[in-house]
């Protein structure tokens, strides 16, 4: 049995338009359901918190700011501001400080750096321009205190840092409604709304999903290559800074490749430009068009103050077998008495609904739900209908094989992984088929968003990589393994390290069936366990591929890299290159007493489109160590070019 259907205004349509806050995945993030995909990089955020609505509230801000914009601090109005602080989902903005009295010039790397050196263990940072102060949050209240103890009065380059507790920022969707009434007070409100909705949904949603959806895919690339130009043009000045026995090399390859610090290949294009993403986390919420209960995209930021809800079916990112689960999860909720989440109120209960599907035709659904104060049996009645519908019902044409209730309401920790997931129906996992090889993948695990290219984005890395029968390769962030996996059959050892234990789960059953021994994986985070793997390595022969989230590595791998003789040649995969750049000058910049071993020098890079449609991309960087007495295989290979 599952519940009939309530009459609702939008029976008669068809549904549609969806809008999403997240598209461009923006590869490399660690907590599958939550932001891999943001649109808006927050560079400054150490750790995502991810709930839906709620991550954009969290954005650290001068607290004086909700004084101009949200009245005194006392009054209901300003209460109602910072009403999503009392909610029970988890933000860090309780948690926060205002750190006073900064060197001037220091930019987020550096504090981050300097808190992690004292083990202090920030959520976020955030930093104004050229001032000297700085929000910081952390996950909780034991590890604010600390941190609040220990830099009140600490010298920083000369400066005596002082520290006090900061306020939460204000709900930016209460903000922007408050100042629209008073900038709007003088206008009709007809003329306004007339203006808002200048253009269709679909484009609207189009605008904020897939932004270069206008544009032709042969420009996209273009652009795409340019900026990875530009990345490599800045890692040339600031390699030139910070290792000037590098400067005579470097000359010449500033001469030979316009600027940049090694040669750049053509961008690799997507096999597939619409219809690639495997995944995609739809919110569920009010229809931009007034319809109640809709999954899709928003059409907003809730930073930007708006939360309507547009459905998928014009996405053309989106696979048609996606599209269809909506669909049909959409007439489900509809048919529930439960009403939409609201990132607003914190009341109702639908909130998210994140859809994977394979090109196995396999399909796993997880449908996040707030249960407010519903009773144990009304929960239970809820997914028996579930399952009844997806099973035996209308739901099941919609194609799902793995369907997970996500119980999101009395979170306090910000792991997305502590959610309780419930399995309702199907298979646990869902399986892909990649470069001729199985994947397992588990509702918590990374998988590339784009099956297509990221074949391609393997394949060059295997390429480069030189690998033989005596390498041993380090594959560091490995999610479910298929880097390490697929390179196994050319070399001796693969050794994989990623903290997410689903996902090594998932790659420990991967290599078994897959038929591949030579293969063992750690968990744990890099920065912990990357030194411990590499002191039980004897081979001399060790390649690294390192694939982490948007942040890039922590340092301390990168110290350690450096430090291991035997590992002479790295291929880095970055989704954001702009923000593993720090990694790159650290892989490259002179030996210290803090940089020991001797330095890499990047020797070619390329970009492969994971991501048409949108301004993203992959960036694949070849570092080898540099070794004055042999010549490395880059003077080799210009040798052969030479014909010397
Ligand atoms: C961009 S994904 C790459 C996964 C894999 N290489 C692939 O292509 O599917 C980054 C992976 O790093 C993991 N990760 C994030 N931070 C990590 C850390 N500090 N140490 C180890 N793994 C981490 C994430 O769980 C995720 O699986």
Redesign the pocket.
């Given at each position: 049995m599952y519940y009939s259907r309530l009459p609702h205004p939008s029976d008669n349509s068809t549904i549609i338009r969806a809008n999403m806050t997240d598209v461009g995945e923006i590869?490399?993030d660690?907590s599958p359901y939550l932001k891999e995909k943001a649109l808006d990089i927050k560079e400054d955020v150490i750790d995502e918190e991810k709930a839906i609505g709620q991550e954009d509230v969290t954005e650290a801000v001068n607290p004086d700011e909700t004084k101009a914009c949200g009245g005194e601090a006392g009054s209901s109005e300003a209460n109602n501001l910072y009403r999503y602080v009392q909610a029970d989902l988890f933000t860090s903005e309780i948690f926060k400080v205002e750190i006073q009295n900064l060197p001037k010039f220091i930019g987020f790397n550096d504090l981050k750096k300097f808190l992690e050196k004292h083990r202090l263990n920030p959520h976020k940072i955030k930093l104004f321009g050229k001032q000297t102060f700085a929000f910081v949050t952390f996950k909780n209240e034991e590890e604010r205190d600390k941190a609040m103890k220990m830099v009140h009065g600490m010298q920083w380059k000369g400066r005596t840092l002082s520290v006090r507790l900061a306020k939460p920022k204000a709900d930016p969707i209460l903000r922007k409604r408050g100042r629209d009434e008073v900038e709007g007070a003088g206008q009709p409100p007809l003329k306004r709304e007339a203006e808002e909705d200048k253009e269709p949904l679909s484009v609207q949603i189009a605008n904020v999903v897939t932004p270069l959806w206008n544009v032709p895919y042969e420009e996209q690339l273009r652009r795409k290559q340019q900026e990875v130009d530009g990345v490599l043009q800045r890692l040339a000045r600031e390699i030139g800074n910070t290792n000037k026995a590098m400067l005579p090399w470097l000359f010449v390859q500033k001469e030979k490749y316009d600027r940049k610090c090694c040669p750049l290949d053509d961008i690799r294009p997507s096999p597939s430009q619409t219809e690639y993403r495997n995944k995609c986390e739809f919110v569920i919420g009010i229809g931009a068009n007034g319809e109640e209960k809709t999954i899709g995209f928003r059409l907003g930021k809730y930073k930007g103050g708006s939360c309507a809800v547009v459905g998928p079916s014009d996405s053309i990112h989106v696979t048609t077998e996606a599209k269809k689960l909506v669909s049909e999860f959409q007439k489900f909720i509809r048919t529930t008495p439960y009403s939409v989440y609201s990132p607003e109120t914190y009341e109702g209960h639908w909130k998210q609904l994140t859809v994977r599907t394979t090109r196995t035709k396999e399909a796993m659904a997880m449908v996040f739900f707030n249960p407010q104060k519903l009773e144990e049996n009304e929960l239970n009645a809820l997914k028996s209908s579930m399952r009844e519908y997806f099973t035996e019902g209308v739901g099941k044409e919609s194609g799902v094989t793995a369907l997970y209730f996500v119980s999101e309401g009395q979170r306090q920790s910000s792991n997305p992984e502590d959610l309780p997931c419930e399995l309702i129906t199907g298979d646990p996992c869902i399986r892909e088929e990649m470069l001729g090889l199985q994947f397992r993948i588990s509702p918590h695990s990374?998988?590339?968003v784009n099956t297509g290219a990221?074949e391609v984005l393997y394949s060059v890395v295997g390429e480069w990589a030189q690998l033989d029968k005596d390498s041993t390769v380090l594959d560091v962030?490995?999610?479910?393994g298929?880097?390490g996996i697929s390179l196994a059959t050319r070399v001796k050892k693969v050794i994989g390290?990623?903290?997410?234990q689903d996902?090594v789960n998932d790659a420990k059953v991967n290599a078994l069936i897959n038929g591949l021994s030579n293969i063992e994986f750690h968990c744990g985070?890099?920065?912990d366990v990357f030194q411990m793997v590499l002191n039980a390595v004897v081979s001399s022969s060790v390649t690294a591929i390192v694939?982490?989230?948007r942040a890039g590595l922590?340092s301390k791998v990168i110290l350690a890299i450096r430090r291991a003789e035997n590992l002479k040649r790295l291929v880095y995969v970055a989704?954001n290159a702009k923000a593993a750049m720090n990694n790159f000058i650290d892989l490259c910049r002179s030996p210290s007493n803090r940089v020991r071993g001797a330095p890499f020098r990047p020797v070619r890079a390329v970009a492969v489109d994971l991501f048409p449609q949108t301004m993203h991309c992959e960036m694949l960087l070849l570092f080898e160590r540099v070794d004055y007495t042999s010549k490395s295989a880059s003077d080799k290979q210009e040798d052969v070019t030479k014909g010397t």
């Amino acid at each position: 049995m599952y519940y009939s259907r309530l009459p609702h205004p939008s029976d008669n349509s068809t549904i549609i338009r969806a809008n999403m806050t997240d598209v461009g995945e923006i590869p490399g993030d660690v907590s599958p359901y939550l932001k891999e995909k943001a649109l808006d990089i927050k560079e400054d955020v150490i750790d995502e918190e991810k709930a839906i609505g709620q991550e954009d509230v969290t954005e650290a801000v001068n607290p004086d700011e909700t004084k101009a914009c949200g009245g005194e601090a006392g009054s209901s109005e300003a209460n109602n501001l910072y009403r999503y602080v009392q909610a029970d989902l988890f933000t860090s903005e309780i948690f926060k400080v205002e750190i006073q009295n900064l060197p001037k010039f220091i930019g987020f790397n550096d504090l981050k750096k300097f808190l992690e050196k004292h083990r202090l263990n920030p959520h976020k940072i955030k930093l104004f321009g050229k001032q000297t102060f700085a929000f910081v949050t952390f996950k909780n209240e034991e590890e604010r205190d600390k941190a609040m103890k220990m830099v009140h009065g600490m010298q920083w380059k000369g400066r005596t840092l002082s520290v006090r507790l900061a306020k939460p920022k204000a709900d930016p969707i209460l903000r922007k409604r408050g100042r629209d009434e008073v900038e709007g007070a003088g206008q009709p409100p007809l003329k306004r709304e007339a203006e808002e909705d200048k253009e269709p949904l679909s484009v609207q949603i189009a605008n904020v999903v897939t932004p270069l959806w206008n544009v032709p895919y042969e420009e996209q690339l273009r652009r795409k290559q340019q900026e990875v130009d530009g990345v490599l043009q800045r890692l040339a000045r600031e390699i030139g800074n910070t290792n000037k026995a590098m400067l005579p090399w470097l000359f010449v390859q500033k001469e030979k490749y316009d600027r940049k610090c090694c040669p750049l290949d053509d961008i690799r294009p997507s096999p597939s430009q619409t219809e690639y993403r495997n995944k995609c986390e739809f919110v569920i919420g009010i229809g931009a068009n007034g319809e109640e209960k809709t999954i899709g995209f928003r059409l907003g930021k809730y930073k930007g103050g708006s939360c309507a809800v547009v459905g998928p079916s014009d996405s053309i990112h989106v696979t048609t077998e996606a599209k269809k689960l909506v669909s049909e999860f959409q007439k489900f909720i509809r048919t529930t008495p439960y009403s939409v989440y609201s990132p607003e109120t914190y009341e109702g209960h639908w909130k998210q609904l994140t859809v994977r599907t394979t090109r196995t035709k396999e399909a796993m659904a997880m449908v996040f739900f707030n249960p407010q104060k519903l009773e144990e049996n009304e929960l239970n009645a809820l997914k028996s209908s579930m399952r009844e519908y997806f099973t035996e019902g209308v739901g099941k044409e919609s194609g799902v094989t793995a369907l997970y209730f996500v119980s999101e309401g009395q979170r306090q920790s910000s792991n997305p992984e502590d959610l309780p997931c419930e399995l309702i129906t199907g298979d646990p996992c869902i399986r892909e088929e990649m470069l001729g090889l199985q994947f397992r993948i588990s509702p918590h695990s990374f998988f590339q968003v784009n099956t297509g290219a990221a074949e391609v984005l393997y394949s060059v890395v295997g390429e480069w990589a030189q690998l033989d029968k005596d390498s041993t390769v380090l594959d560091v962030c490995c999610g479910t393994g298929t880097i390490g996996i697929s390179l196994a059959t050319r070399v001796k050892k693969v050794i994989g390290i990623e903290m997410c234990q689903d996902a090594v789960n998932d790659a420990k059953v991967n290599a078994l069936i897959n038929g591949l021994s030579n293969i063992e994986f750690h968990c744990g985070k890099a920065e912990d366990v990357f030194q411990m793997v590499l002191n039980a390595v004897v081979s001399s022969s060790v390649t690294a591929i390192v694939d982490p989230p948007r942040a890039g590595l922590h340092s301390k791998v990168i110290l350690a890299i450096r430090r291991a003789e035997n590992l002479k040649r790295l291929v880095y995969v970055a989704c954001n290159a702009k923000a593993a750049m720090n990694n790159f000058i650290d892989l490259c910049r002179s030996p210290s007493n803090r940089v020991r071993g001797a330095p890499f020098r990047p020797v070619r890079a390329v970009a492969v489109d994971l991501f048409p449609q949108t301004m993203h991309c992959e960036m694949l960087l070849l570092f080898e160590r540099v070794d004055y007495t042999s010549k490395s295989a880059s003077d080799k290979q210009e040798d052969v070019t030479k014909g010397t």
